[in-house]
């Protein structure tokens, strides 16, 4: 068993507790990593321990410019580490080696550029229209973040939160899902090397529904940037509005990947496979619900049906392997709770709908690649984000119905279009209420472009230029340039 401890203040403890809780390896189905088990007494330790870093010289008098050289060292660090860190985070949630791997190796982008952006945090003159006045704007960095990540890719989405956080002189609290802290604990000990000041960055371990509110609604908390379901990501909201403290909000998605008639098939059917089955289907963007025109509705799904079947199941830390186990046990009983819902509504199943009896796939927690024909858009399986590798097929006749279909969800996350219109490109990318619009390609994204949701797939932007705006608030400063006070019963 590896033995995990928090990160507060700079030490390496245990909660206060004494307790831990069994990380399991969703391949073995067996625990595999024992992690502190947070109580809010442990989440006020490391709050304080932020505050005191937020407040302490080191950190606040520290140069923009050297921020970044430290940012920049943690980005070094991570590329020596990727390989390791990557088999942490399959073992942990099961997810293939090959994009892990892939992810962990792009990770120290993200530290790159926000290294780049911290000194270039400018304010701005104003050229203002009161005589006698100058009017200049100063961008501070908001207090104490804290960070909530869920399972699905602790380490990427974790650096989408702290290194604009960092770059912009916060300071952070994070806490990684309950189901996949190894990662992010190990994460935390490259900070320190690079040379942050304690406290800068603090790593709590435990369960949301035992510490999410004492670290939300903490006094000291100043922003909240959450990654995570839309019932959990609706209580923090609602926890944080209590303070009146800023939220940024990644959620669920139930995005469609649309297919055309003048689409390049073989291109369409390898970016609707990439849509719902890389990642097993755990990532916010799956492209759950593939909507094809009628008139190759026939032949598109023979040909997914013949492609899906090919998928290589088995050990995720094998780089053979396609489609890996489903993270958790609760969530493998949610999926094969919403195959049956599924076949109770009326979608008719035509591959996999069941768990993986594959030899290869062992005692790990194994759904085969499923896929339903004759789904209305009206039903739960096709409202509703199932995080599985389970599609719907939805037909449509034109654009206008397309469009209808795509939009008609309560989510905005992200859509797929298949066209070889360059006309059609241009007006499905403003037609369709989603952050990200993919054309010809699905699940790009990189640390230069915003990311994040329309509607019930939140808010705010993580990576880019915006990101770091998420992260600081501007401040107004007048200085009256005339010597001269004028009637104080008037205002100026
Ligand atoms: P989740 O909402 O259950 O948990 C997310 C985090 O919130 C975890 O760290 C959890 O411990 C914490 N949490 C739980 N209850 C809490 C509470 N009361 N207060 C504070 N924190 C609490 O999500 P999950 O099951 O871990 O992850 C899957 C979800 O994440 C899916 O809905 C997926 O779409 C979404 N997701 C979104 C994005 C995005 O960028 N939009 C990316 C990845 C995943």
């Known amino acids: 068993m590896r033995i995990c401890r928090m990160l507060i203040g700079g030490e390496w403890v245990d909660s206060r507790s004494g307790q831990t809780f069994e990380s399991f390896n ?93 000194d270039k945090l400018e304010g701005r003159v104003i050229p203002i229209d009161r005589p006698g006045m100058f009017n200049f704007t100063i961008e501070e960095p908001l207090g104490v973040v804290a960070a909530l990540t869920p399972w699905n890719s602790p380490l990427m989405l974790g650096t989408w939160k702290l290194a604009p956080a960092l770059a912009a002189g916060n300071t952070c609290v994070w806490k990684p899902s309950e189901h996949a802290s190894v990662s992010a604990l190990e994460f935390g000990k490259l900070f320190a090397e690079a040379g942050f000041p304690p406290g800068v960055v603090n790593i709590v371990s435990g369960f949301g529904n035992e510490i999410g509110d004492a670290l939300v609604g903490h006094k000291d908390i100043a922003k909240v940037a959450f990654t995570g379901g839309d019932a959990t990501g609706q209580r923090v909201y609602e926890t944080a509005a209590k303070q009146i403290k800023p939220v940024t909000m990644e959620l669920g998605g139930k995005s469609a990947n649309i297919v055309f008639e003048d689409a390049d098939l073989d291109n369409a059917l390898k970016g609707v496979v990439s849509g719902i089955f890389a990642a097993t289907g755990q990532t916010c963007v799956a492209g759950s619900r593939a909507l094809i025109q009628r008139s190759i509705l026939d032949e598109f799904v023979a040909r997914f049906v013949e492609l899906a079947k090919t998928a290589r199941m088995g050990d995720p830390l094998d780089p053979n392997t396609q489609i890996g186990p489903i993270t958790t046990r609760p969530q493998f009983a949610k ?91 241009l007006t499905m990318a403003r037609r369709l209420e989603v952050g990200t619009v993919w054309i010809n390609t699905y699940r790009a994204s990189s640390y230069m472009s915003p990311f994040g949701g329309y509607k019930r797939s939140g808010f705010g932007r993580e990576s880019g230029l915006s990101a770091i705006r998420e992260y600081v608030q501007e401040k107004s400063v007048w200085i009256d340039t005339s010597g001269e006070t004028p009637n104080p019963f008037i205002q100026r």
Do not use: H
């Open 335 to 425: 999926i094969l709770d919403y195959l049956e819902i599924a076949r109770n509504e009326g979608a008719k199943c035509v591959l996999g709908g069941g768990p993986s009896e594959r030899p290869e796939c062992g005692d790990g927690w194994f759904i085969e690649p499923t896929i339903f024909v004759d789904v209305e858009p009206g039903m739960r399986i096709a409202q509703e984000e199932v995080f599985g590798p389970v599609l719907g097929i939805i037909p449509f006749e034109d654009d206008d119905e397309a469009v209808e279909i795509a939009n008609g969800t309560v989510y905005g996350l992200a859509a797929g279009v298949w066209t070889a219109d360059i006309g059609r490109c």
């Open 26 to 118: 969703p391949f073995t189905g067996k625990p595999w990593a024992l992690v502190p088990r947070a109580t809010p007494e442990d989440v006020g330790a490391a709050v304080a321990a932020a505050r005191a870093a937020f407040e302490d010289s080191s950190w606040r008098e520290l140069s923009a410019t050297d921020r970044g050289v430290l940012l920049g060292r943690v980005a070094d660090l991570i590329a020596e580490r990727a390989d390791g860190l990557a088999e942490l985070e399959t073992r942990d949630n099961g997810k293939l080696i090959t994009e892990m791997g892939a992810q962990l190796r792009y990770l120290p982008q993200w530290f790159r550029y926000y290294a780049g952006l911290a």
